[in-house]
């Protein structure tokens, strides 16, 4: 079983900002997967399908992004999920627009939802598909920039790099991390 998050602000008024990129990447994924994404439990939106012969569980948390370690604790508990199966999907304003990065461990870095998340489970030893959005302007607070919307220009860079990393996933799925890093972390 893989449990698959993604990290994001819930309600209407966060939905399309660069902060909510793990919630369009599971919504993306599970469109394609013919998932529902309409339980809630453990303070998540829930969804659970195959893939292939692979039980998945996706998981929105709606506890607001810094508190998305309350959310991945409980239902890594309740599934029993063996952390190197847990994936966590994010934005991450050090990589380009467009782009996505896969890697099977880590830090956090700046990122405030995953310091909640590697705190609560006390390691970082599982495997996470950071979405770039692009460094902020400089004149413009790191709050303010990943609750805004993507611009004209961007949107087309979004929508590719949300098709990729839902690729990945499913790669990371039936072949495993080093394939899917080797097939998604090129260089554009």
């Given at each position: 079983?893989?449990?698959?998050?993604?990290?994001?602000?819930?309600?209407?008024?966060?939905?399309?900002?660069?902060?909510?990129?793990?919630?369009?990447?599971?919504?993306?994924?599970?469109?394609?997967?013919?998932?529902?994404?309409?339980?809630?439990?453990?303070?998540?939106?829930?969804?659970?399908?195959l893939i292939g012969e692979e039980?998945?569980?996706?998981?929105?948390?709606?506890?607001?992004?810094?508190?998305?370690?309350?959310?991945?604790?409980?239902?890594?508990?309740?599934?029993?999920?063996?952390?190197?199966?847990l994936i966590v999907v994010y934005?991450?304003?050090?990589?380009?627009?467009?782009?996505?990065?896969?890697?099977?461990?880590?830090?956090?870095?700046?990122?405030?939802?995953?310091?909640?998340?590697?705190?609560?489970?006390?390691?970082?030893?599982?495997?996470?598909?950071?979405?770039?959005?692009?460094?902020?302007?400089?004149?413009?607070?790191?709050?303010?920039?990943?609750?805004?919307?993507?611009?004209?220009?961007?949107?087309?860079?979004?929508?590719?790099?949300?098709?990729?990393?839902?690729?990945?996933?499913?790669?990371?799925?039936?072949?495993?991390?080093?394939?899917?890093?080797?097939?998604?972390?090129?260089?554009?």
């Amino acid at each position: 079983m893989y449990l698959i998050a993604g990290l994001g602000n819930p309600g209407d008024k966060y939905r399309y900002t660069k902060h909510n990129v793990g919630f369009m990447v599971l919504d993306y994924f599970a469109s394609v997967h013919n998932i529902s994404i309409s339980k809630i439990k453990h303070k998540a939106l829930l969804g659970e399908g195959l893939i292939g012969e692979e039980k998945v569980v996706l998981a929105k948390p709606q506890t607001f992004m810094n508190l998305s370690g309350e959310s991945i604790y409980e239902l890594v508990n309740w599934y029993k999920c063996d952390i190197s199966r847990l994936i966590v999907v994010y934005d991450d304003v050090d990589i380009d627009t467009g782009r996505i990065r896969i890697r099977p461990e880590g830090s956090s870095g700046t990122h405030n939802g995953m310091k909640s998340i590697i705190y609560l489970l006390q390691t970082d030893q599982f495997p996470r598909i950071r979405v770039g959005i692009g460094k902020q302007p400089d004149y413009m607070d790191l709050g303010d920039y990943v609750l805004s919307r993507f611009s004209d220009e961007e949107i087309p860079l979004m929508e590719e790099s949300v098709k990729n990393a839902s690729l990945a996933i499913e790669e990371i799925i039936k072949n495993g991390i080093n394939s899917a890093m080797n097939r998604y972390n090129r260089e554009k």
